[in-house]
């Protein structure tokens, strides 16, 4: 059971990581934009 646990501690981090870069990339394309204008 030990072993089954990081697994899923990984998916869900995994799944955190996306959305985090999602959010992160969003404000790169809007400062960018902001830059470029």
Known sequence: MAGEKP???SKRTILLF???DDQILSKVRKYS???AN
């Open 18 to 20: 996306r959305h985090d």
């Open 33 to 35: 934009g902001q830059a």
């Open 7 to 9: 697994q899923l501690n």
